[in-house]
């Protein structure tokens, strides 16, 4: 599976995003899809998920401010982002995993996220 990930930018405190995903190389509607992101000598921490029936779950610190939507029309998956915080700040990466490996195993190459206060 082939992914990229666009979408990202330096925003103002408060402000939305909307981060994309188009996915190739695999029937989309049976990937499993989620974003990951990254901050610089941290661990990647998962932002949140949705599965090929469009049940969604997120990180404890995204939850309620993010959203995750996929298009199985146009092979995307999308993040909107919303209340940005400087703590945000970070690549994002969008992953995906399929029915025999159940684990995301391919990523895209990441979209930097700065925000400012």
């Known amino acids: 599976v082939q992914l990229q990930a666009s979408g990202g930018g330096l925003v103002q405190v408060g402000d939305s995003l909307r981060l994309s995903c188009r996915a190739s190389g695999h029937p989309f509607s049976r990937l499993g899809l989620g974003w990951y992101r990254q901050i610089p000598g941290k661990e990647r921490e998962f932002v949140g998920g949705?599965?090929?029936?469009?049940?969604?779950d997120y990180g404890d610190s995204v939850q309620g401010r993010f959203t995750i939507s996929r298009d199985n029309a146009k092979n995307s998956v999308y993040l909107q982002m919303n209340s940005l915080k400087p703590e945000d700040t970070a690549v994002y990466y969008c992953?995906?995993?399929?029915?025999?490996?159940?684990?995301?195993?391919?990523w895209g190459q990441g979209t930097l996220v700065t925000v400012s206060s």
């Open positions: 949705i599965s090929r029936g469009g049940t969604t």
């Open positions: 992953a995906a995993k399929t029915i025999l490996t159940g684990r995301y195993t391919s």
